[in-house]
């Protein structure tokens, strides 16, 4: 993972004004801010940052103002201890964060000791709600959900295909590609080869020559943008014309940038895009007007306020045991559509799609 250092996770810790004058309600929203997937960060920045404007508009949430509390975790673990514990000291009442899952677990565990509410806007890692706290929480589904539907692809769309697995050594990364490999294997297909490569790096030739010697005709990537877009346009130079199929960490423009023309025809999973939405079209040209296109992660950072300020007056307090108890018996309508969570913090319905790159965008798959 990223090379940030501690010093520089709390030094990055800042308020991002939110139109309050005088903050009653203090939310910590924390991501990459820096780094290689700072892009990730500024999406759910800029939607808590417009969900809290339009929220203070209409008076705020229990009669009181909110105000954004920023933290950059640049997606390593060490860093967002630092952010989470930062948080504690500020007095937040609700964490909207982490971005990626070896940054949310780690914090979890500080969120969890003093008793804040997390919700994760993206982080996919199984674990995260699997350790048994009560405080924890995500919009997006889980890699053993996201996986069986990319291997499914596989299977149906690419028999016969030689098959490479590749991860970035994360929880997010490896996570993913895990449980593809595993749905693929009850499936009695063999992936050909399965391999680790190191996130940052700027050559991935030798990976992509190994998969041209050994014929690969499907890669399944599981990692981000910033290493996908080198790998696949590493290959295309290389004359490797395999698909490359992946998950939501492609879900940005910049793998586009990265790659160029060899993006096209990369397929990568992801839930449905809520700026397709007809009713969500206020709040995407509210983004739009601001010149920011609400990609990937926005509307579910977005979301993630809505559905804090809902629970918050349904419980008529911010209290993590009042907020909990909103929560895993509430209903949450928001711009991801009616969102319930099961005991494990978890939506109950995710639901995932497939979508394809063309031209410098993406869109479903046709």
Not at 235 to 250: K, Y
């Amino acid at each position: 993972m990223l090379k940030a250092t501690l010093c520089a996770g709390v030094a990055a810790l800042g308020v991002l004004a939110s139109g309050a004058a005088q903050a009653d309600i203090l939310i910590g929203v924390a991501g990459p801010r820096s780094g290689s997937y700072a892009n990730f960060g500024e999406q759910v920045f800029q939607g808590a940052d417009l969900a809290v404007k339009q929220i203070n508009a209409k008076g705020g949430v229990l009669g009181q103002q909110l105000k954004l509390v920023v933290g950059d975790d640049a997606c390593d673990p060490k860093q967002a201890v630092a952010v989470a514990n930062q948080f504690v000291n500020q007095g937040v009442a609700f964490v909207a964060g982490h971005f990626c899952s070896g940054s949310s677990i780690p914090a979890s565990a500080v969120y969890q000791d003093e008793g804040i509410v997390m919700m994760s806007f993206s982080s996919t890692n199984p674990k995260l709600t699997e350790q048994g706290f009560s405080n924890v929480y995500r919009v997006c589904g889980r890699d053993d959900q996201q996986g069986p539907v990319a291997a499914e692809l596989i299977a149906d769309k690419f028999k016969g295909e030689k098959i490479a697995i590749l991860h970035d050594k994360t929880g997010y990364g490896k996570g993913l590609a895990d449980s593809t490999k595993a749905e693929l294997n009850k499936r009695g297909i063999q992936e050909t080869m399965y391999d680790a490569y190191t996130a940052g790096e700027k050559d991935y030739s030798a990976v992509v020559t190994k998969m041209k010697q050994a014929g690969v005709g499907v890669i399944y990537l599981g990692g981000y943008h910033s290493e996908g877009g080198l790998i696949i346009r590493q290959a295309r130079e290389q004359g490797l014309t395999a698909r490359m199929i992946s998950g939501d960490g492609l879900a940005t423009s910049e793998f586009g940038q990265i790659a160029g023309k060899s993006a096209d025809g990369t397929l990568f999973t992801f839930t449905p895009d809520p700026r397709k939405d007809p009713a969500n079209k206020p709040i995407v040209d509210a983004f739009r007007a601001a010149g920011f296109e609400p990609e990937g992660y926005t509307l579910n950072s977005y979301a993630i306020i809505q559905i804090f300020a809902q629970a918050a007056e349904q419980a008529k307090s911010v209290k993590p045991e009042a907020l909990n108890k909103a929560l895993h018996s509430g209903s949450f309508p928001s711009l991801l559509g009616k969102v319930e969570f099961d005991a494990k913090g978890d939506p109950k319905s995710p639901g995932y799609k497939i979508y394809e790159w063309h031209n410098g965008s993406f869109d479903y798959m046709k």
